[in-house]
């Protein structure tokens, strides 16, 4: 079969922009008879425990509901393809997808304008959705890091720092359902600075979630790691610890299964990025600083009007770079997605990257060869040398 509705498949579930997809032109009649039913509806829905997509199977007398996390949906789609149904309808925010299967097994795929809402979001099957943080019940550390009052009300002067949280632990949580499970979970958090989002972080795991986790904070400054190791004393929160030191030059672990970077300046991103990869992390979220590397290296004809100007040069070459490490961990075997931050009204700075391990198979090997051809043609189209290729490349994590 054509390779093409594969990887659309794979890239709308990936950039979460499926909204439903029907697979219908079955082959056999009937269930009885161990067939297809006549029809499968896929759809998001939004879980406590994050996003999952429901295969709701349309048999003539029943219909039956199966959740699947998102790392494997759209194999799980690509699979009923191959067992026998004939068409598919996938709906996405950018476009409607027509997939048809002849006699001989060739695919087609169709492109057509989409008959979606682009801005429709997944449904809760849970209860109404509410922050994670929820104000009035105040989690001790809110209060000791003075962003709610001791009755558990927001202060007026950290509405940003609340809603930045909880936006946050939403990120944290779409992504829980990839950590392992049945031992201690490790999570470094580097340049960890005053540490809201670590202790918000730990809370959510290690205290409401209860899954056993250690915690480790890195910072370069001294009186802020001593600050957090006295909070976390006070808190009780025995498995959360503080150090000072250097993402570079930081050592002693063998393993991570979370990596969190937030404002790590420059290649010090890079640095906490490849350690990740080579701790075979399962989630990664980082939150890029100041970049300057790629603005100095930046070199191309066809952009000179762009780049002949410093404010446009500097903003479009923080936007490479991260183009640039997004594709450097889908090469290394990770799934990413750019996802806002926070309100760009206040800080420019409010993208972030989350990036999920995917799971070995052929499929992804060959995903991970046409996302490094790919990166080495935008890379040689820009005249750059990220930092972070060479990382990856001296650990081996990037392909030959």
């Known amino acids: 079969m054509n390779e093409g509705w594969e990887q659309a498949l794979e890239e709308a579930v990936e950039r979460q922009a499926l909204l439903q997809a029907t697979f219908s032109g079955a082959k056999g009649k009937a269930e009885e008879e161990g067939g297809l039913p006549p029809r499968t509806v896929v ?12 295969f709701e199977k349309h048999y003539r007398t029943k219909v039956l509901h199966e959740n699947v996390e ?3 949906a759209a194999a799980r789609m690509a699979e009923l393809l191959r067992a026998g149904y004939r068409q598919a309808l996938v709906k ?12 001989k097994g060739k695919a087609a795929l169709l492109r057509k304008p989409p008959t979606g809402k682009a801005d429709a979001e997944a449904p ?10 929820a104000e009035g019940e105040p989690p001790a550390f809110l209060q000791e890091l003075g962003i709610l009052t001791r009755d558990g009300k927001v202060k007026a002067d950290k509405q940003d720092k609340y809603r930045q949280i909880n936006r946050f632990l939403e990120m944290v949580q779409d992504v829980a359902a990839e950590l392992p499970t049945g031992r201690e979970l490790t999570i470094v958090d580097f340049g960890c600075g005053k540490s809201y989002l670590t202790f918000a972080l730990y809370h959510l795991l290690a205290v409401e979630q209860k899954r056993p986790l250690r915690v480790i904070g890195l910072d370069l400054k001294e009186d802020v790691i001593a600050f957090c190791s006295q909070l976390a004393e006070r808190l009780g929160y025995d498995k959360l610890s503080f150090q000072v030191g250097d993402i570079g030059q930081f050592g002693g672990l063998e393993q991570a299964d979370m990596v969190v970077t937030l404002h790590a300046c420059d290649t010090a991103t890079d640095a906490a990025l490849a350690k990740a990869v080579g701790w075979d992390a399962s989630v990664i979220l980082s939150v890029p600083c100041c970049q300057h590397e790629a603005f100095r290296q930046i070199r191309s004809e066809t952009l000179a009007p762009l780049l002949g100007h410093g404010l446009l040069k500097e903003r479009f070459a923080a936007l490479a770079t991260d183009a640039a490490r997004t594709s450097l961990l889908e090469a290394a075997g990770y799934r990413t997605q750019v996802l806002e931050f926070i309100d760009p009204e206040h800080t420019p700075k409010n993208l972030l990257i989350r990036a999920v391990r995917r799971r070995e198979s052929a499929q992804a090997a060959e995903r991970r060869r046409q996302k490094w051809e790919e990166y080495g043609r935008y890379r040689d189209s820009l ?18």
């Open 43 to 54: 759809r998001p829905v939004r879980l406590k425990s994050g996003l999952r997509y429901q």
């Open 70 to 72: 998102a790392g494997e």
């Open 92 to 103: 996405t925010k950018e476009a409607d997808l027509q997939i048809l299967i002849g006699k």
């Open 124 to 133: 809760s099957h849970d209860r109404a959705k509410k922050r994670v943080l």
């Open 383 to 400: 005249s750059l040398d990220p930092a972070l290729e060479g990382m990856l490349r001296q650990a081996g994590r990037l392909p030959d």
